[in-house]
């Protein structure tokens, strides 16, 4: 994802790609077999983890430089410290 890469420096190793979740999906519909749904479901948690630490992260993009100070942009507590949250998922 471009919008991962970006904004949090995150980039996807081994996902299924999105396109490919209806065929996985119908697979499992026509087999039976539960283990067709683990790459949907690790997709699935991806897209989400990313989408917290993007929630995040956006609301500093729209504040001005007299409003944050340096150590809110980029200390411990920054927005950049939650991009590693997503990659212990």
Not at 13 to 32: A, K, N, Q, S, V
Not at 71 to 88: C, D, K, T
């Amino acid at each position: 994802m471009d919008l991962e890469n970006q904004i949090l420096g995150l980039e996807r190793e081994g996902d299924l790609p999105g396109e490919m979740i209806p065929y996985c999906y119908f697979e499992y519909l026509r087999t039976h077999q539960a283990f067709q749904l683990v790459p949907i479901f690790h997709h699935n948690v991806m897209d989400i983890v990313s989408l917290a630490c993007l929630t995040a992260v956006v609301p500093f993009a729209f504040r001005s430089p007299e409003d944050t100070s340096l150590r809110q942009r980029r200390g411990p507590g920054g927005p950049g410290a939650l991009a590693g949250a997503s990659r212990a998922v």
